[in-house]
């Protein structure tokens, strides 16, 4: 299983990006994909997941009502819209896909909100 992230940047307070989730390989049922994000000087923190068997998600509190997760299946794409993004959302972000109790981790995805 290989995770490729794209769809980084940098945008102005209170634009929105979009971050795409590719995974090559296949994720079973039972498995989870999620989006993880590091600030400098900072924890790794679960910023949003989406389980792949009936699309129930979770969001950490500081993102709830600005990102939305979802996943195309057809495609074995997960998406992380982000809107209203403050300069605290600058961070590389990840994309981790488990599946059989196993986790495969992207190379990372930098996100810069300028104030």
């Known amino acids: 299983v290989t995770v490729v992230e794209s769809g980084g940047g940098l945008v102005q307070a209170g634009g929105s990006l979009r971050l795409s989730c590719e995974v090559f390989?296949?994720?079973?049922?039972?498995?989870?994909v999620g989006w993880f994000r590091r600030a400098p000087g900072k924890e790794r923190e679960t910023v949003a997941a989406i389980m792949w068997r009936d699309s129930t998600t979770y969001y950490t509190d500081s993102v709830k009502g600005r990102f939305t997760i979802s996943r195309d299946g057809a495609k074995n794409t997960v998406y992380l819209q982000m809107n209203s993004l403050k300069p605290e959302d600058t961070a590389v972000y990840y994309c981790?896909?488990?599946?059989?109790?196993?986790?495969?981790w992207g190379q990372g995805t930098q996100v810069t909100v300028s104030s």
């Open positions: 981790k896909a488990q599946s059989v109790g196993k986790d495969y």
């Open positions: 390989g296949r994720i079973f049922n039972s498995g989870a």
